[in-house]
Structures are given as structure tokens and as C-alpha cells.
């Protein structure tokens, strides 16, 4: 089925481990989004790509990095993670101007960092 | 920057009753989309509806309908005959039509109930 496949589903790391959290949609999408969602705080943007070849900080991008590696995969990392970056963590893609079709996003990532 | 604010953390339903969801948001844009997420247990977010602001006429999908409000900047959400499958977290989001602007801004959620 077209849509946006994260991998992997869960993950526990130590505290100081890094991992790259993939994401791949093939809708031709041109924008792609990292969010992490935490309970009573709704999602919150990581960063995101307008384009192929762009990036930009969200709203909560401090400890992450991304890659826009080409136009179907983005994806985030965690250089060394901290306890504070236990979360779910969603991609999403969307068609250009302002998501007019909505947004698709994967399954979601559980990470706990111990 | 956007806001959205959902002041209800949590609401419960009969079973095949209406409920309403509220939602206000505050933008200095006049073009924008409006959306209504759900998150079932199953994590998986799925688009219950979405409104173009330059649009007056309410979006409607089946039981689900909004009403938006765009002096007031509000945007609530009408669960008609409310099912047990609809128990979820519903999401409200705003998206800028700003090329390169245009990422999506969520509440915080209402957790919905329904009681059989």
C-alpha cells in the first residue's frame, strides 16, 4: 500500500547510544516532517523538508539531526540520546502548498532511552 | 508563530449521541488548512477532516462535520451518532499555505470516551 513506512516500530537505547530513525514514502510527496509526541503535549515538530535537498529546525530540534537523503527518504538521528528523548516519534509527507490533501504519516516509532 | 489550543483534555459520550469538540487557533495569516486527526490505540493518525479557510461553507464527512469560525479563529469538531469505534485521541492542526511554511501545528488533544 503508498503511504510512509518508519522502521523501527520500538526501540530501547542506553543513555549516550546514537540511531538513525528511517522514513520512506513513495506518493512523490515534496515535504516530509519528523515529529515527536509526548503525553498532554500533542506532536511537536522536529524538522522538516520543504523540498529535496532542504531542511529546517521545528519547534524541537535540539539533540537531532536529519537527512533528507533524496525525495522519498528522511531521516532523523540521535547522536547520543538522553532519557529526555523517550517518545513516539512520527514522520509524515504531504503535497505542496499547505498540506492541501492532509498530511500521511507512518505507524510511529516507540523509543525509550534508559 | 501559530498556536492551537484544544481546552478539553478529555470528554465522554453516549453512545450514539452528539458530542463537540473545541478548538481555537491564532494565526496573522488569512489562508490556511484546518485539520481533525484521530489516534486510535493503534497509534496510527488518521485525517477525520480538513476545512480551507477560504472556504465558508462547513467541511462535512459522514458523521463528522465542523464548525469553523474564522473571525473568531475557532474550529470545533461534530461527532454525530457517536460509536464506540470513534474512542480515540482527536487531534486539531493548523497548516500554513506559505510555500516553505508549510508544516503542520497541533493541539494538545481530547481524549474522547464513549460509554456503551
Known amino acids: 500500500n503508498a503511504g510512509v513506512t518508519q522502521t523501527p516500530k520500538f526501540q530501547v537505547l542506553k543513555t549516550g547510544q546514537s540511531m538513525t530513525l528511517q522514513c520512506a514514502q513513495d506518493?512523490?510527496?515534496?515535504?516530509m516532517y519528523w515529529y515527536r509526541q509526548d503525553p498532554g503535549m500533542g506532536l511537536r515538530l522536529i524538522y522538516y523538508?520543504?523540498?529535496?535537498?532542504?531542511?529546517d529546525k521545528g519547534e524541537v530540534p535540539n539533540g537531532y539531526n536529519v537527512s533528507r537523503l533524496n525525495k522519498r527518504e528522511f531521516s532523523l538521528r540521535l547522536e547520543s540520546a538522553a532519557p529526555s528523548q523517550t517518545s513516539v516519534y512520527f514522520c509524515a509527507s504531504s503535497d505542496s502548498p499547505g498540506g492541501a490533501f492532509g498530511y500521511t504519516f507512518g505507524s510511529g516509532t516507540r523509543l525509550t532511552v534508559v | 508563530a501559530q498556536t492551537v489550543t484544544q481546552s478539553q483534555p478529555e470528554m465522554s459520550v453516549q453512545e450514539a449521541e452528539t458530542v463537540t469538540l473545541s478548538c481555537t487557533y491564532d494565526t496573522s495569516e488569512s489562508d490556511y488548512y484546518l485539520f481533525w486527526y484521530k489516534q486510535p490505540p493503534s497509534r496510527q493518525m488518521i485525517l477525520v477532516i480538513r476545512q480551507e479557510a477560504y472556504k465558508q461553507q462547513n467541511a462535512t464527512e459522514n458523521r463528522f462535520s465542523v464548525n469553523f469560525q474564522k473571525a473568531a479563529k475557532s474550529f470545533s469538531l461534530k461527532i454525530s451518532d457517536s460509536q464506540l469505534g470513534d474512542a480515540a485521541m482527536y487531534f486539531c492542526?493548523?497548516?500554513?499555505?506559505?510555500?516553505?511554511?508549510?508544516?503542520?501545528?497541533f493541539g494538545t488533544g481530547t481524549r474522547l470516551t464513549i460509554i456503551p
Open positions: 523538508s520543504a523540498s529535496e535537498g532542504t531542511t
Open positions: 492542526a493548523y497548516s500554513s499555505w506559505l510555500f516553505g511554511n508549510e508544516k503542520l501545528t
Open positions: 506518493m512523490n510527496h515534496n515535504s
